[in-house]
């Protein structure tokens, strides 16, 4: 099975420009997070998606949104980009969740995303 | 304070020894994630724990509960070893939804 893939690799956009970001989940896997990586806060959860709906959401301002669409496939976007958001966007995959137990997630190569 | 505290932060260790990473949370959780994360940013998932012990060729996860209190160990270790690990739980929001929230890592480098 292919992995998870998420394009593009590295953008370069400057401050108050938007981006969208996207992420193809491991065939047959349904739910899809998204996650922030900077040095300064490490990982931060950004949300998370399962059959189109947005089942968890982090703290992160209202710039920050997605959407899943029925392939699986999920975007997300950040709008008036401010400096602090350059960072590596990391999208994991896991299988539907069974009996409560949670699924492993498998993680994307991710996104580098710079502002300037 | 934060929910999820990793030590050491960094570790340097001689190949062959035995390696021990902690992970300490404060929040109750339904599940942990031990990550590995190689330069470059790719991160593989280890472990995904709920209770007790899991191991895999030459890693090993332990979790307590009532401790809140989660190890990482690594056997005969490697210079392919050399990569950041990373505890994540699973926990609940005061609002009731669900987050993954992430210790700051611990780097480990092993020297052959």
């Known amino acids: 099975k292919a992995g998870v893939t998420q394009t593009p690799r590295y953008l370069i956009k400057t401050r108050g420009q938007q981006v969208t970001l996207s992420c193809s989940p491991i065939?047959?896997?349904?739910?899809v997070s998204w996650y922030q990586q900077t040095p300064g806060q490490g990982l931060q959860f950004l949300f998370e998606y399962f059959s189109e709906t947005q089942r968890n959401k982090g703290n992160f301002p209202g710039r920050f949104s997605g959407r899943q669409f029925s392939n699986s496939r999920s975007e997300m976007n950040v709008s008036t980009l401010e400096l602090g958001d350059s960072a590596l966007y990391l999208c994991a995959s896991s299988p539907e969740r069974t009996s409560g137990e949670y699924n492993e997630q498998f993680f994307g190569p991710g996104t580098r995303l710079t502002v300037l | 304070k934060n929910e999820v505290e990793q030590s050491p932060q960094n570790l340097t260790a001689q190949e062959g020894e035995f390696i021990t990473i902690n992970c300490s949370y404060s929040?109750?959780?339904?599940?942990l994630h031990w990550l590995q994360q190689h330069p470059g940013g790719g991160i593989v998932s280890l472990f995904m724990l709920s209770s007790g012990k899991k191991k895999h060729g030459r890693l090993i996860a332990t979790i307590n509960i009532q401790e809140k209190h989660s190890s990482l160990h690594i056997t005969a270790s490697h210079p392919r070893d050399s990569a950041v690990y990373i505890c994540a739980v699973r926990g609940v929001t005061q609002g009731g939804s669900e987050k993954l929230v992430f210790g700051k890592g611990t780097k480990l480098t092993v020297n052959p």
């Open positions: 929040v109750g959780i339904s599940a």
């Open positions: 065939s047959g896997h349904r739910s």
